[in-house]
């Protein structure tokens, strides 16, 4: 009940395509859903995120669609490049005051020029 | 200005030794949190506090101690080092620790490799 599936494990896609990542989750009291991006040698960083009473999210090339019925979301990299070749987890948090979120397995993406 | 930095970097050393790991924000924020990151790039949540105060502890072998000096710095000690706690361990803080909208700002990462 506490995991957050995501799929595929990993991604090749060339220069100007579109990235599609998927998670899928159980538990229905998780309230929000972020996405992290990780280059090789850095830590995760923030890359968009999405509240289950919203469909979608866009912020630049990349959106968030949220579908609660299905208790499915996923990442859209449009026109994807190169320098988005990184290791992406999506992530579920439950109400509390710990902030504790749940990651998925991850995606590693790699944008062939 | 680094927001939220560890140390060391990389960290070698043979099984049953001890070690720590430092981590420091200048964020200002309320919580701290201990991130475990296994060759497979699976993260788990091993502990977190909020002002000093400990509010998540997770499955973790009671090997692994951290500690909160104040709400600025998060230590992660480690005792009788084994095999299997060769990992990257992320520190990461957020403002508030309550999951909406409170962005987590993750460290580098310590890669630890204990042979």
């Known amino acids: 009940q506490q995991q957050v599936k995501q799929s595929p494990q990993s991604l090749i896609v060339q220069k100007g395509g579109i990235s599609i990542i998927n998670c899928a989750y159980e538990?229905?009291?998780?309230?929000?859903f972020p996405w992290y991006q990780q280059f090789p040698g850095k830590g995760p960083a923030l890359l968009i995120a999405i509240r289950p009473d919203v469909s979608e999210k866009k912020e630049g090339r990349f959106t968030i669609s949220f579908n609660k019925s299905a208790k499915q979301f996923s990442l859209h990299i449009m026109d994807s490049q190169p320098g988005d070749s990184a290791t992406y987890f999506c992530a579920a948090s439950i109400p509390s005051n710990t902030g504790k979120l749940i990651f998925g397995q991850g995606t590693t993406l790699q944008v062939k020029p | 200005d680094t927001a939220v930095s560890q140390t060391p970097k990389y960290l070698v050393t043979q099984m049953g030794n001890d070690k720590s790991i430092k981590c420091e924000q200048n964020l200002g924020h309320d919580t701290m949190y201990w991130y475990k990151q296994d060759s497979k790039k699976f993260l788990k949540i091993m502990f977190s506090?909020?002002?000093?105060?400990?509010?998540i502890n997770e499955t973790v072998p009671n090997r692994f101690s951290p500690k909160s000096p104040d709400k600025a710095h998060l230590n992660l000690h480690i005792n009788s080092l084994e095999l299997g706690d060769s990992a990257v361990y992320f520190c990461?803080?957020?403002?508030?620790?309550?999951?909406?909208?409170?962005?987590?700002?993750f460290g580098p990462g310590t890669r630890l490799t204990v042979l």
């Open positions: 538990n229905t009291a998780f309230d929000y």
């Open positions: 506090y909020n002002n000093k105060e400990l509010i």
């Open positions: 990461a803080s957020s403002l508030r620790g309550q999951g909406i909208s409170d962005t987590q700002y």
